[in-house]
């Protein structure tokens, strides 16, 4: 069964550093999505990507984050300048985007812990 | 503002009892709602889909009600066995041409042998 990976697992890091995660979406979907989820907290959306740039994105995606696809398989989020707030698990997930269907298929995460 | 609600508190129940989880929420006028399960440390997993023009969905032991006037949603596990222990996700998708789902904070389901 098809499924979206990310690596790493885990990654610790100092405040202040850049830190990017990867996303390997399923391979037919259209629509890639970040979402976080603090310790103890729900899943929050970060930002949405469609056609090779970003859909939407929410009040907390500021300028410190950003995304790519850099080629036709991975997806990344970087953070330019972790703050100890960024502590989080770092979801991708990715959806076919067909009209009779609306559910995301997520990855198993990716958690950040900055020190 | 708009909010989702889940019950905070765990739900604990014996094996094969039925398990009824709420979802509700204000100020959306959700397009679909959908429910999910995530196990600890794991990424949410979809489990259902309704529609707002749908009453009921059901699959094998899950069914899903959905009411719009009342603005709630119940999620429902019959025969309830301690596989099923995790928190399920309740998450609103809105008809306004954002892709995003805002998801509820979670119940968690503790099915006691």
């Not at chain 1, 972790?82 to 298929?105: H, Q």
């Not at chain 2, 094996?15 to 995530?38: D, F, I, V």
């Not at chain 2, 306004?96 to 119940?107: I, V």
């Amino acid at each position: 069964e098809p499924e979206v990976t990310q690596t790493p697992s885990h990654q610790v890091t100092q405040m202040g550093q850049e830190v990017i995660l990867r996303c390997v979406p399923i391979s037919n979907h259209l629509y890639f999505y970040w979402y976080r989820q603090i310790l103890g907290q729900k899943v929050e959306f970060l930002v949405s990507f469609y056609n090779n740039e970003i859909s939407e994105k929410s009040e907390i995606f500021d300028d410190q984050f950003s995304v790519e696809r850099p080629d036709g398989s991975n997806f990344t989020l970087k953070i330019r300048s972790t703050k100890l707030e960024d502590s989080a698990m770092y979801f991708c997930a990715s959806s076919s985007g067909g009209t009779n269907t609306g559910e995301l298929f997520f990855g198993e995460g990716s958690r950040l812990t900055v020190l | 503002s708009q909010k989702i609600e889940q019950n905070s508190e765990a739900l604990n129940i014996q094996e094969g009892k039925t398990a009824t989880l709420t979802c509700n929420y204000t100020n959306y006028s959700p397009a679909y709602l959908q429910w999910y399960r995530q196990d600890p440390g794991r990424g949410p997993v979809f489990l259902l889909l309704i529609r707002e023009n749908e009453k009921e969905k059901r699959k094998e032991r899950l069914k899903v009600t959905f009411d719009t006037t009342l603005k709630q949603s119940l999620f429902h596990i019959t025969a309830s066995q301690p596989a099923d222990s995790a928190t399920y996700l309740c998450a609103l998708h809105e008809d306004t041409g954002r892709r995003a789902l805002t998801f509820g904070s979670g119940t968690r389901l503790q099915v006691q042998p």
